[in-house]
């Protein structure tokens, strides 16, 4: 039976398990919407294409799946990028469809020609142009187990239009042909009995986990580990979650916008255990210093990650998920000789734990008690979205965040706009779970036009909008680094968010005072429909807190 | 690398890599040569004993370090099929060079001593000049080049460095 190369393509998305895709159509990818009317595939509609790679991040993420978006060539494909480089720092698993000029034309400079494949090699894990239609099944095969296998990112197919009307015999299922592609899976015997003797000597050892333990489904895998062996952990921005945020284990997120205990415990340590952690640089500024003081073991299924920010002691190649196997089969040995370690950790984090929470009667919101609460009521199966910036950091740190993968933020590339479009991912990915968005006056305006899908989608997003009229991050960094000569960060003419809200179909809610949050934050909760919760935030609330304002009596 | 130590040997290391010979390729490689601040030295690429793929030859300048994430950068590649570090003691080298040497009836005869000594060939001749052709190790090249300058060198062209692992 004959079939276009558009045909095969829809039909290498059913055969991969595919029921959502988003994405913005155009000239050179319409025979591929046009096919795509003739399944069941639902595909959501964005308002730029931007939106449709965080969108299909934030699906990847809620629903553990493969992602996939679409758009078409020259502007739809470039302004993809975005939110395909989000997606490759992160290690999310995409697969990016884009319509290309037809193949005579490309390199004429052809009317929406960009090279697609040129522009996306940095930020892909592979990309191809594709220029037999006959191939099409077997780059679908590959696109999809290169995205999701090893470790997970984004694949790029960019399909000329005369490739998508071309037409072949059959569609015959193809296998990958990767003969350059050998993801490490089993650890090295002798590299995890090199692991396990350096932890049964060590007096202060830690767990640093990161986005690897939450990609391989290895959440409870570690927490049965750190509780077995008497590890405690602290987590990248990217780990959030990997242990219930009072678990008292979890000593919370390290870096230069962490919190205390997670760092001093990083640099008292005397065994690091690194976890599918690149370690990038907001987490781990001093790397160097640290593999001075500690023994550092890396484990990540990246070689490539091995060595490259800090230098190991121990390396361990390997699925993560497979090591912490490997590890709980193990005999556990006393955990004596680290007593004070556990001790003077547990302190810490108890000291400066953050419990000042205001629910009393002020003229502004305090976000981390406003997160506090919403955590509290939104409860454990709530997922939750962050932009970047300072909603970013409050997120991070006070949402009672209690299960790995509720956590969907823009953590290597922070991206402003990431949050917004994301949810709508993550709505799709799981429409009876409560969606929360969080976001600044600055990054919701990223991607305000996202709303648009949200009314036409239908999705009961609940936004949490913490406004101070200004991009609170760069704000905070002048105050503290630039002598407070605030340069380019006021949005005082912000628009009329409650009549935004309205345009859009949500409902929408303003308030200033903490008194006001419990009722607030249970009608945002109980709304049926999508709805905005503006907060108005004190423009001078920063993310670094002092000591006063954590719980020190 | 963040923790480079400000002693570590900078040296050239050989790579020969094997590549799917797909379109693209090329820029695949150079471009993460560059995005990542590696140093190239040299690049070579041809087809080789297997059909639709390429051997590259990259000498790369670093450390042991920097070699080694270069290495392991590269293996990310999915056209990168097989990547060997050549032991620069144990392994062939040949380049080849093209070099245009201005001459006159005075210089010819003691250029062509020095093509002879070197067991150069001379491809082409005109009044003005002469283009020798030589074959060998980078460090006879260089002193090939180093003889020939005098004489008002017009234009060099070098392949750049091919090497295989001794059997």
């Known amino acids: ?283 781990m500024g001093s790397a160097s210093e640290i593999a001075n003081r500690a023994a550092v073991v890396h484990i990540d299924i990246d070689p490539a990650e091995i060595g490259k920010n800090i230098k190991p002691h121990l390396p361990i190649q390997a699925d993560i998920r497979l090591v912490l196997e490997e590890m709980s089969k193990e005999t556990v040995p006393s955990h004596d000789v680290r007593r004070d370690w556990l001790q003077t950790c547990s302190d810490l984090k108890a000291k400066h734990d953050f419990k000042s929470f205001k629910y009393e009667n002020s003229e502004t919101i305090d976000p981390p008690s406003l997160l506090h609460k919403l955590g509290q009521m939104a409860g454990p199966e709530a997922i939750i979205t962050t932009e970047v910036g300072q909603n970013q950091i409050w997120a991070a740190n006070h949402y009672p965040l209690v299960k790995a993968g509720a956590f969907i933020t823009s953590g290597g590339m922070g991206t402003m706009g990431f949050g917004l479009p994301a949810s709508v991912g993550a709505q799709s990915a799981k429409p009876d779970s409560t969606v929360i968005a969080i976001s600044g006056d600055g990054s919701l ?76 934050v249970r009608r945002l909760l109980s709304s049926d429909g999508p709805s905005l919760l503006e907060c108005i935030v004190d423009p001078h609330e920063p993310t670094l807190y002092h000591a006063s304002r954590r719980k020190s009596q | 690398m963040n923790d480079n130590n400000a002693n570590s040997k900078q040296e050239s290391h050989v790579l020969s890599v094997l590549v799917n010979d797909h379109p693209g390729l090329l820029y695949k490689v150079s471009g993460l040569f560059s995005r990542r ?69 005075q210089t010819r005869a003691e250029l062509l001593q020095i093509a002879e000594i070197f067991r150069a060939s001379i491809i082409d001749v005109s009044h003005t000049a002469l283009t020798l052709e030589l074959t060998g190790q980078q460090d006879k090249l260089t002193a090939f080049v180093n003889m020939l300058e005098p004489f008002g060198i017009i234009r060099i062209v070098r392949t750049g460095l091919i090497a295989l692992e001794r059997s």
Not at chain 1, 493 to 511: M, S, V
């Open chain 1, 1 to 283: 039976m004959n079939i276009t190369g558009a045909q095969a393509m829809t039909e290498a998305l059913r055969r991969h398990g595919v029921e959502t895709v988003f994405g913005y159509p155009g000239a050179a990818i319409c025979p591929f919407y046009d096919s795509l009317l003739d399944s069941d595939i639902h595909h959501v509609l964005v308002r730029n294409e931007q939106g449709a790679a965080h969108a299909a991040n934030g699906y990847a993420r809620a629903g553990k799946r493969t992602g996939v978006c679409i758009a078409t060539s020259g502007p739809g494909a470039t302004n993809l990028i975005t939110g395909i480089a989000t997606a490759y720092m992160d290690s999310v698993p995409l697969v990016v469809i884009t319509g290309q000029v037809s193949r005579d034309l490309i390199g004429s400079d052809s009317f929406q020609e960009a090279d697609t494949t040129g522009a996306t090699t940095p930020f892909t894990k592979h990309n191809y142009l594709v220029s037999r239609a006959v191939d099409l099944p077997r780059i679908f095969a590959e696109a999809f187990y290169l995205a999701a296998s090893g470790r997970p990112g984004p694949v790029l197919i960019d399909v000329p239009v005369d490739v998508q009307t071309d037409v072949f015999d059959n569609y015959e299922p193809a296998q990958p042909e990767l003969p350059g592609y050998n993801p490490p899976s089993d650890p090295d015997r002798e590299q995890l009995e090199g692991m396990l003797s350096l932890l049964s000597g060590a007096k202060a050892p830690i767990i640093c986990a990161g986005g690897g333990i939450i990609s391989s489904n290895s959440s409870k895998l570690l927490r049965t580990i750190a509780e077995n062996w008497h590890i405690p952990v602290v987590t990248t921005m990217m780990g959030i979650g990997v242990l219930p945020w009072d678990h008292e284990l979890n000593l919370g997120t390290l870096g230069s916008h962490g919190v205390y205990a997670a760092n001093y415990a990083l640099h008292h340590a005397d065994l690091i255990i690194l976890m599918g952690a690149r370690v990038g640089n907001r987490a």
């Open chain 2, 37 to 105: 601040g590696f140093n190239i030295e040299s690049l070579t690429v041809g087809p080789c004993e297997i059909p639709e793929r390429s051997r590259m030859t990259i000498v790369v300048s670093g450390d042991e370090a920097t070699v080694d994430q270069v290495m392991r950068q590269l293996d990310k590649l999915i056209d990168v099929v097989e990547i060997e570090r050549l032991p620069r003691d144990y392994d062939v080298e040949r380049e080849l060079i093209l070099a245009k040497v201005g001459c006159t009836s």
């Open chain 1, 445 to 520: 305006q990223m991607s305000l036009q996202e709303l648009g899908t949200i009314k036409q989608e239908k999705l009961p997003i609940k936004l949490v909008l913490l406004n101070n009229s200004r991009l609170g991050m760069v704000h905070e960094i002048q105050s503290l680094k630039y002598q407070k000569r605030y340069s380019q960060v006021f949005l005082e003419e912000n628009p009329d968010f409650g009549l935004i809200a309205g345009a859009y179909g949500f409902g929408y809610e303003k308030i200033n005072s903490n008194d006001q949050i419990e009722h607030a």
